[in-house]
């Protein structure tokens, strides 16, 4: 089983008194629940309601969850790859259509992944009174999460990260298989915002927190 199952498994068992959204673009978590890998079945979850979209239903699938939403829910988006993948996807169809106007200049257009974060903007709008905590998945290599670290580090504009487009705060998660542990950092777009995160009362950015690493199997 991946280590991203594994964190997704606990993550959900944890928090099992609350309702969660779960839209699964790459069916793998489903598969899990279905063949009864995971230490939980549907039937024992009652409050885990787990969305399979397809590409033709992906933007009113959105509509409807930030409709359903309530103070107390958690959504999960596994993945963002998934979501990029369904959007070009879509993109592709609405293409093939002869019905639909398409614009001469092309360059213009808007790619999958900007669309993605516009979903993913507005859903953050939408809640954000009601302070619902929204987990996205993404299959990203260490490499290329430790290039993004040097670029909040090098960068005072933060401009290559696009996650900072929509979010003031950013948390960053790694999940370290062979000791079933999660770590975790925040990023933070404005870092003359001082947060005090750690038990010491200090308050530092630079410009992300210390990391912190987390059983939650344990919890």
């Known amino acids: 089983m991946t280590g991203k199952i594994n964190f997704l498994s606990a993550l959900i068992t944890h928090f099992s008194n609350q309702p969660i959204s779960f839209v699964d673009f790459d069916t793998s978590f489903s598969s899990y629940v279905q063949n009864n890998v995971l230490h939980f079945s549907l039937n024992t979850l009652s409050n885990l309601k787990i969305i399979l979209p397809l590409?033709?239903?992906?933007?009113?699938?959105?509509?409807?969850?930030?409709?359903?939403?309530?103070n107390n829910s958690i959504l999960i988006i596994d993945s963002l790859n998934g979501l990029i993948d369904f959007l070009n996807i879509s993109n592709l169809e609405k293409s093939k259509n002869?019905?639909?106007?398409?614009?001469?200049?092309?360059?213009?257009d808007k790619s999958a992944g900007y669309h993605s974060l516009v979903i993913l903007f507005l859903l953050l709008k939408k809640i954000e009174n009601k302070r619902i905590?929204?987990?996205?998945?993404?299959?990203?290599?260490?490499?290329?999460?430790?290039?993004?670290?040097?670029?909040?580090?090098?960068?005072?504009?933060?401009?290559p990260n696009h996650f900072f487009k929509i979010s003031e705060l950013v948390l960053l998660l790694e999940f370290i298989e062979?000791?079933?542990?999660?770590?975790?950092?925040?990023l933070k777009k404005n870092v003359s915002d001082l947060i005090n995160i750690n038990e010491k009362?200090?308050?530092?950015?630079?410009?992300?927190?210390r990391w912190y690493y987390y059983n939650f199997f344990r919890l």
């Open 178 to 186: 062979k000791d079933n542990k999660t770590g975790l950092t925040l």
């Open 55 to 70: 590409a033709e239903n992906i933007h009113s699938i959105f509509n409807n969850i930030m409709n359903s939403l309530s």
């Open 133 to 159: 905590p929204i987990i996205v998945t993404s299959y990203r290599p260490y490499e290329i999460l430790k290039n993004m670290m040097n670029e909040l580090l090098t960068n005072k504009d933060y401009k």
């Open 201 to 209: 009362n200090s308050q530092v950015f630079q410009p992300y927190s």
């Open 98 to 108: 002869p019905n639909i106007l398409h614009i001469k200049n092309r360059s213009k």
